[in-house]
């Protein structure tokens, strides 16, 4: 089992930044790509980035160039850095862990709002 805990939401003004912490815990192998999901108000839930365990890296359009997601293997940790951040931004954000065996692992989520 693999438990995932995400820090870092919260309350941001357009054009602001915040970094997202996940902390994956329970097994140190066999964890394949760590990412980020988001979910708003009445929609879907839907990837924002991966990564690999090699590094290779996954974007959703609407986050190029302003997001950037890292990983660090030692620690298990995925982090994401969300610059110039907009009001659609906002959603719940939630760590995802895809192991080898294919078993997906969600964090709880955090709040990010993106406001003036």
């Known amino acids: 089992q693999v438990q995932l805990v995400e820090s870092g939401g919260g309350l941001v003004q357009p054009g602001g930044s915040l970094r997202l912490t996940c902390v994956a815990s329970?097994?140190?192998?066999?964890?394949?790509?760590m990412g980020w999901y988001r979910q708003a108000p009445g929609e879907e839930r839907e990837l924002v980035a991966d990564i690999s365990s090699g590094g290779s890296t996954n974007y959703a359009d609407s986050v190029k160039g302003r997001f950037t997601i890292s990983r660090d293997n030692a620690k298990i940790v995925v982090y994401l850095t969300m610059n110039s951040l907009k009001p659609e931004d906002t959603a719940v954000y939630y760590c995802?862990?895809?192991?080898?065996?294919?078993?997906?692992?969600w964090g709880q989520g955090t709040q990010v709002t993106v406001s003036s």
């Open positions: 329970g097994r140190s192998f066999g964890l394949k790509t």
């Open positions: 995802n862990v895809l192991d080898v065996y294919d078993n997906d692992y």
